[in-house]
């Protein structure tokens, strides 16, 4: 590794994109690892190290790794952009030689098929790379900087093949010797085939990170060498196993069982997932290194006896985001479902938030804006969603057009491609981070990308209305397609009218006040009768009708009134897709219909959250059916539900132009059988928080308000006091 006396931007003047030419020749034959030796003559006061690798990348200094940060960098669109991390490895560093090597996995970066396992992207932007750059200071300002180039060492690692949906093979009887004379012998790099136009940016997303550890709850035979290990809940990450020497196991992972205790893989995608290990003359402690899994059953097959609790671990991954709410009440129940939600949030929470951890692993725009909220009173989520908005706006095509998911690395065929709720995220959740977090810059960043899409959809009309999309998804099918995403349209121009208004658009924003009114009147026209029904008359249709404005206001409370008449009769079991479920909530929870809320969320029938317990989910399904039906068990789409025990049954709410929580309200609704609930959330000003019980006819309120946030509080007597920062106490009659 040359060193550089001079003061040069690390990673865009002089480091080098470099491969292993033996990978190159051979991409199915091992995975590279690229390898220098360095030399500090005395202790640096600070040594950074910074790294970019295409796709996935694992580095180490003298054998020991960098970070606690796992499969960096994160999603990007890589024929544009690719993210550099930085890591302080000041105490790693060693008077006289280090070694540092970098491993590198294909990620969705060369997402290949190379044998039987389930490919769901097909990607190949170039070589398998990485450039870096270590910079070593020392006292009175002097740093001595070594770059990545063709003196670096190259070769090839023992993980053989990796595939962030399939799986990955792992043989510790191939050599690696990462010591410093070792690495001198290594063939030499060559400079790597990258994307003509990549530009480096750094990594701004919080790193994933091992957020907690899971110990089997059992470890079961089910065949000849064969066993299923048992993590008691659904999660995505890795499972870590100390192997024996001198074996070779396959290891598959699952959601779900069969009823004859073997696994069943067919949610993990619509192909083989699997990982193999080979183990050689010492013991092996083994995790997947460049991908993960979504699991909660592991089968392991080729150990002659089954693997002891301790020698299985689950380490659960997820971005290393703040957690910012917490949530629990007297109905267990309602716990279950916030636990259920919680999961598969975390689950999710990548560098983007994606759909599941496992068959696709993708970030789909819809659910960001629909369930935002639940996102948001789980974690700080601003640097996240920031993020993928500016994925977003990369997607973007010169036609304002935009993608399902982003990175948008291999286009969906339509009607998948395009739907307003998916697109409308680049309006919606930028509206909603500048309402959580006071932060005006991204409506500034993203308005012409706002406006361009709006644009686009309006041009895409047939005879006024939006004639394609998937409509209220329920995870099979789409259901009302012009009527909900015409609504949905009409909604997105009101909230960019808006950030317009907010960003001092005046003109704009009464353009597109106007332009709502008449999508809305448009839709009316088409589905609107005089016997309070839109559409088909479906509980979909007519919430999302609600909630976007279509029926006239004169009818909403006779309307909102035969809808909830309509759950009555149906004994609370409401089937609908997720634009419908959020949407449910939002016009319930505004009109306090909370009884019928509680009832919609208890009810253990099929579609609802209740039959998905009932039938042994630990985190939220794709669809209602859950555990009874072979797609996704983890999946945060329609969570809705979790965003209603904060803002309603605990009460925490900000008013409707209140920015970052400062002015809050809370406004608790007892309902059910509850007698205690209790959320706090940790804004960025401090702790708001809501814990209210209920002692035979007396209702008991504490609130805790952040530092300059002003609060009113309602008890349900319908009394209401305004109070400042701090703790405070109330008591009130029930009615």
Request: proline residues 6%; contains cysteine; aromatic residues 8%.
């Amino acid at each position: 590794m040359t060193p550089v006396d001079q003061d040069l931007s690390p990673l865009t003047v002089g480091a080098s994109w470099i491969t292993s030419e033996q990978w190159r020749a051979d991409p199915t034959g091992g995975l590279p690892v690229l390898g220098t030796t360095l030399r500090a003559d005395t202790p640096p006061a600070s040594a950074v190290l910074r790294v970019c690798g295409l796709g996935v990348f694992v580095a180490s200094m003298n054998g020991r790794l960098v970070s606690d940060d796992v499969l960096e960098p994160g999603y990007t669109d890589y024929a544009k952009r690719a993210e550099y991390c930085t890591y302080d490895v000041t105490t790693l560093v060693e008077v006289g030689d280090n070694v540092l090597h970098i491993e590198l996995g294909p990620g969705m970066y060369r997402s290949q098929r190379h044998d039987d396992r389930w490919t769901k992207i097909l990607t190949d932007y170039g070589d398998l790379a990485a450039c870096a750059s270590l910079t070593l200071g020392y006292p009175g300002g002097q740093e001595v900087i070594f770059l990545s180039g063709t003196d670096w060492g190259a070769t090839l690692g023992q993980t053989r093949s990796s595939n962030w949906t399939g799986g990955e093979d792992f043989d510790a009887r191939v050599q690696l010797d990462t010591s410093a004379s070792g690495v001198r012998a290594w063939p030499r790099a060559v400079v790597a085939r990258t994307p003509t136009e990549l530009a480096l940016t750094p990594k701004t997303t919080p790193a994933l990170r091992v957020r907690e550890v899971i110990e089997p709850k059992s470890i079961t035979p089910v065949a000849p060498r064969t066993h299923v290990v048992d993590l008691g809940v659904n999660v995505a990450g890795w499972v870590e196993l100390d192997l024996p020497p001198q074996s070779e196991v396959t290891l598959r992972p699952a959601e779900l069982l069969k009823g004859d205790g073997d696994i069943d893989p067919t949610t993990e995608g619509w192909g083989p997932v699997y990982h193999t290990v080979r183990t050689g003359d010492r013991p092996l402690t083994w995790h997947p290194r460049f991908c993960y899994n979504g699991l909660r059953y592991l089968e392991v097959a080729g150990l002659e006896e089954p693997l002891r609790p301790e020698e299985v671990r689950g380490l659960v991954i997820a971005a290393g985001a703040r957690a910012t709410g917490e949530f629990s009440c007297s109905d267990q129940m309602l716990n279950q479902i916030h636990r259920l939600v919680h999961r598969a949030v975390t689950s999710n929470m990548y560098s983007v938030f994606t759909d599941c951890p496992h068959r696709e692993k993708l970030a789909f725009l819809e659910e960001l804006h629909l369930v935002y909220p639940i996102l948001q009173w789980n974690y700080d989520v601003q640097a996240l969603l920031t993020n993928t908005m500016l994925l977003t706006r990369e997607a973007q095509g010169p036609d304002g057009h935009l993608p399902l998911y982003v990175p948008e690395w291999d286009p969906f065929p339509d009607p998948w491609r395009g739907d307003v709720n998916w697109g409308g995220a680049i309006i919606h959740v930028p509206w909603q981070l500048h309402r959580s977090y006071d932060d005006i810059s991204v409506l500034r960043d993203n308005y012409e990308a706002m406006t361009r899409y709006a644009e686009h959809i309006l041009l895409a009309r047939v005879d006024g209305l939006v004639r394609y999309g998937l409509g209220d998804w329920d995870g099979r099918e789409a259901r009302a397609v012009p009527l909900v995403t015409t609504s949905a349209l009409a909604r997105m121009l009101c909230v960019l009218s808006q950030v317009a208004e907010t960003l001092g658009l005046d003109s704009d924003a009464a353009r597109w006040r106007k332009v709502a009114d008449d999508v809305v009147e448009r839709v009316r026209d088409e589905f609107w009768t005089d016997d309070l029904s839109v559409g088909a008359d479906t509980l979909g249709e007519t919430v999302i009708a609600l909630q976007c404005g279509v029926v006239p206001p004169e009818h909403v409370s006779l309307v909102v009134n035969r809808l909830e008449e309509r759950i009555a009769r149906q004994r609370f079991v409401v089937d609908v897709g997720e634009v419908g479920m959020a949407a449910l909530v939002e016009v319930l929870a505004a009109h306090d219909r909370h009884e019928t809320l509680y009832r919609v969320a208890c009810q253990e029938e099929l579609p609802g959250y209740g039959y998905m317990i009932r039938h042994g989910a630990t985190s939220l399904t794709e669809t209602w059916d859950g555990p009874t039906f072979g797609i996704s068990q983890n999946h945060f789409m329609n969570g809705a539900i979790d965003a209603w025990f904060y803002s309603h049954v605990a009460g925490l709410q900000q008013t409707p132009t209140s920015c970052g929580f400062r002015d809050l309200v809370v406004r608790p609704r007892p309902c059910g059988d509850l007698r205690s609930a209790t959320a706090s959330y940790r804004t960025k000003r401090g702790t708001f928080s809501s814990a209210w019980t209920i002692e035979e006819e007396t209702f008991r309120l504490e609130v805790e308000v952040p530092p300059g946030s002003q609060c009113a509080v309602e008890t349900p007597d319908g009394r209401r006091r305004c109070v400042g920062s701090g703790k405070h106490a109330f008591e009130s009659a029930l009615r």
